[in-house]
């Protein structure tokens, strides 16, 4: 089931780049992120509240918080500097370089999470970085 939803993201991502693109016209990035992240916030909240599950807010532990204040941290970071670039550039050269982002998650993983490294990963890392650069050029 996973793979169902990772797919989905990637189609999502996909029309996320193309749709801010021609949404953003001359308007600033950082107001197009900040319409973008309420959007997303209320979303967010709207299916937490559906489901139900807003009750679990009392279980967060500390460190979970810590994390997860972190990570919204480097998300809004992330979408100032893609909207800037996808504004100041082609979206077929931001979007490449952005998504390499994978193989910066996947070295990561390796070193902070202590993910196991196989062959087929180091392939498949180093041929989406050789692709990036193709893309780039």
């Given at each position: 089931m996973w793979a169902v939803f990772a797919l989905l993201s990637a189609v999502f991502a996909a029309l996320t780049s193309i749709l801010a693109k021609?949404?953003?016209?001359?308007?600033?990035?950082?107001?197009?992120?900040?319409?973008?992240?309420?959007?997303?916030l209320i979303m967010a909240w709207a299916i937490v509240f559906m489901t139900g599950k807003h009750h679990e807010m009392g279980d967060i532990t500390a460190r979970s918080w810590l994390f997860l204040v972190l990570s919204g941290v480097t998300t809004g970071l992330s979408w100032l500097c893609y909207y800037r670039a996808l504004q100041l550039g082609p979206a077929s050269k931001v979007v490449p370089i952005d998504k390499?982002?994978?193989?910066?998650?996947?070295?990561?993983?390796?070193?902070?999470?202590?993910?196991v490294v196989d062959v087929k990963t180091v392939v498949g890392g180093l041929l989406i970085t050789v692709g990036t650069f193709v893309l780039i050029l």
């Amino acid at each position: 089931m996973w793979a169902v939803f990772a797919l989905l993201s990637a189609v999502f991502a996909a029309l996320t780049s193309i749709l801010a693109k021609l949404g953003m016209g001359e308007l600033n990035s950082n107001l197009a992120t900040a319409i973008r992240t309420v959007v997303v916030l209320i979303m967010a909240w709207a299916i937490v509240f559906m489901t139900g599950k807003h009750h679990e807010m009392g279980d967060i532990t500390a460190r979970s918080w810590l994390f997860l204040v972190l990570s919204g941290v480097t998300t809004g970071l992330s979408w100032l500097c893609y909207y800037r670039a996808l504004q100041l550039g082609p979206a077929s050269k931001v979007v490449p370089i952005d998504k390499f982002s994978v193989v910066i998650s996947m070295v990561l993983a390796f070193v902070v999470l202590k993910e196991v490294v196989d062959v087929k990963t180091v392939v498949g890392g180093l041929l989406i970085t050789v692709g990036t650069f193709v893309l780039i050029l």
